[in-house]
């Protein structure tokens, strides 16, 4: 069972490209697409979704696309609201949010607030995210800490992290064929099971994340032991 599913959503500008549209056009697409496999998650049982939406080094991009992305944001908020309330889809988000325009940021927390109580599947976000971040504002955050611990083991550490309720991912998802994880989730995708599809992110539907779970369901997870783990 995939409890946590994690995916690089790469592809959006490919698969514009191939049909003779600009890439805002793939990335509006992109946007319409997470709808979608949010609701297949759910019927698939999965609790937790994680979504690579836009990376550090994505700010590196020319600025009308950062800045086009950046506008989809409160668009995606304000026509997800109702069907993530009828679902039950709770709205996080992991990153570097205070990076993001104000406008940004602000539709995020009134979705975030508007769907805190939903339980169903938690939507998780990860905006202006990079792994190495993460670990850096861990380790920041720790220093920060007054009553942190004496000594710091791998639990100590992890509740420094952004989401540490949540748990690792069982499978990691790349859309679009790049076999590379774009710093994404770099302490969490430890002993995650890890999937490529060669089908673009505004194409990939819930037939092929059907295919990627049938994946994982025939995989012996071993934790470095000899015999696998259910
Ligand atoms: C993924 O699609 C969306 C973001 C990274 C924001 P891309 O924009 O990376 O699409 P390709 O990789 O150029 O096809
Ligand atoms: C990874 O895709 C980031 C997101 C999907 C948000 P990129 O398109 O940015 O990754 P690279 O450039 O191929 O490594
Ligand atoms: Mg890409």
Not at 63 to 75: G, N, Q, R, S, T
Request: glycine residues 6%.
């Amino acid at each position: 069972m995939v409890k946590h599913l994690a995916i690089i959503m790469d592809g959006n500008g490919r698969w514009a490209q191939q049909r003779g549209l600009s890439r805002s056009e793939g990335h509006r697409a992109g946007a319409e697409n997470i709808g979608k496999i949010t609701e297949a998650a759910i019927k698939y049982g999965i609790e937790y979704l994680t979504l690579y939406a836009f990376s550090t080094e994505n700010w590196k991009r020319p600025a009308a696309e950062v800045d086009f992305l950046m506008h989809l944001i409160p668009v995606f908020c304000k026509t997800r609201l109702k069907p993530m309330l009828q679902n039950g889809v709770r709205l996080r988000t992991i990153g570097r949010t205070d990076d993001l325009p104000f406008f940004a940021r602000k539709a995020l927390l009134k979705a975030i607030d508007d769907t805190k109580n939903n339980t169903k599947l938690t939507l998780n976000l990860a905006l202006s995210y990079g792994g190495r971040a993460e670990i850096v504002d861990a380790v920041n955050r720790l220093l920060a800490d007054p009553e942190r611990p004496q000594k710091i083991d791998e639990a100590a550490f992890g509740r420094y992290l952004y989401a540490p309720d949540i748990p690792d991912p069982d499978l990691m998802i790349r859309t679009s064929g790049e076999m590379r994880l774009s710093n994404f989730l770099l302490w969490e995708l430890s002993y995650s099971e890890l999937y490529v599809s060669p089908v673009h992110w505004p194409a990939f539907d819930e037939a092929e994340l059907k295919k990627a779970l049938d994946s994982f369901g025939s995989r012996d997870r071993r934790f470095g032991d000899v015999t696998a783990k259910k």
